[in-house]
Structures are given as C-alpha cells and as structure tokens.
C-alpha cells in the first residue's frame, strides 16, 4: 500500500484503512462487490443459510478485520455509521481473546489463515471453539487454494508468499485443517467451496461442494458447530 503501514500521523490517521476499502475494490476489478466489498460476506450467510439454517446468531464476532488503520476507519464511523450499522471494534489477540467463554452465537474469520502461521491457527482455532456457546456456529473463510490453476496457480502462490507481503500464502495450503478442527474440539467439520453470490438466500440453490470453482468463483469454507 502507498506509505505502508509504518506511514501513520498519529491516532487520527485513517488514510490507509480508506485506501484498502477503495483500493481493494479497484484491485479486485469489482469482483468482490464493487465499492461495497461484500461478495465475501454474502457468500458467508449463504453457507450459513445452507448448513445452519435453524441458526439466528444475535451475537457476533468477527476475528481479524486488518490492520490498526482500519479499526481507527471504522470507529470514525467512516464506514458503519454511513451503512447504519452499530458495530463495537476492538483491538485484541485472536490467539486469545478478552472475551468469556461462550460469548457468541457465531465466531467468524475473513481470509485471516494464510496471513498467519500454523502455530498461531491452531489456537485461533482452539479460541474460536472457547468463544462459542453450545449449539453456536463457527465458520473461517479462505481463498480458495491455488492449485487448482496448475503449475501457475503454484508460481502465483509462491510469488505472493515471498514478494507480495503474504508470508503465509504457501503455508496454508498444507494445513490440515480439518485435522486442526478436531484438535481444538469441534465435531462434524465441513471443509468444502461455497459459490460466491452477491445477495444471500434462503431460497437459492444449493452452492456448497467439495469442488472449488475458482478464485472470485468461490470461497474456501471451514466449519462447524459446536
């Protein structure tokens, strides 16, 4: 990003969680919900409203939404306030967090695994688990692994790993992460491709699977229920 992160003019400074909502809307030619970057959390209900459709969560927490410059863009409201929503921000460990146990009703991660470590998945995982009360529903997000392109999708992964700030990008996609699941408590994992949609519904066709159909096409969804 223009500046990188070390770039701040204090608490204030929003500027860099502004560029990466416009700028990822730019970078992503559209294709994850224009402006409104909401492709991905469509795609999220729709799994939900798949494979857990008696769930009504009422208390949510969403574990990594960025940098620190984007938690000062959002509690100016920036964003929120303008789409009418309330949402308390907090700076925390993922790895273990401030809240007690089975304080939600759904834990939730946004393409948070391959920006960090196998060490530090397992007790995400393992503290997505605590934070859930019984019956709750947890759900980590993913690109879609780039092996599907073939050799290139390989290069790519690679590419970003090494010089593109995605230090984790090859890592993840050797997780077990179905294996990690169990490991930190969870039954009946579901591991599949959910189909990327722009409005999630009740009604709509089924778009889970165990095939990815690509980047953009679709979303790597790890989930279970408590």
Known sequence: M??????DRGDVDIRQGALIDRGGAVYMVGRNGGLMNDVRGHTTVQHLFEAY???????????G??????????HAHARAERLGQRVH???????RTRFPDGSFDFVYSCVLLHE??????????AESHRLLRPGGVVIHREVPPLDSLGVWGRVMGDFESLYNNEPFRRGVRNLDVTALMHEAGS?????GFQLA?????????????????GVFRSWLMISARK
């Open 2 to 7: 223009p500046g990188g992160y070390a770039d």
């Open 53 to 63: 459709p008696d769930l009504e969560p009422k208390r949510i927490v969403d574990l």
């Open 65 to 74: 939404c960025a940098v620190g410059a984007m938690l000062r863009y959002a």
């Open 89 to 95: 921000y907090v700076q925390d460990n993922a790895e």
């Open 116 to 125: 960090t470590s196998k060490a530090a998945t397992r007790k995400i995982f």
């Open 187 to 191: 039954d009946d994992v579901k591991r």
């Open 197 to 213: 949609t722009p409005a999630a519904s009740r009604s709509a066709n089924k778009g889970f699977s165990d095939k990815s159909g």
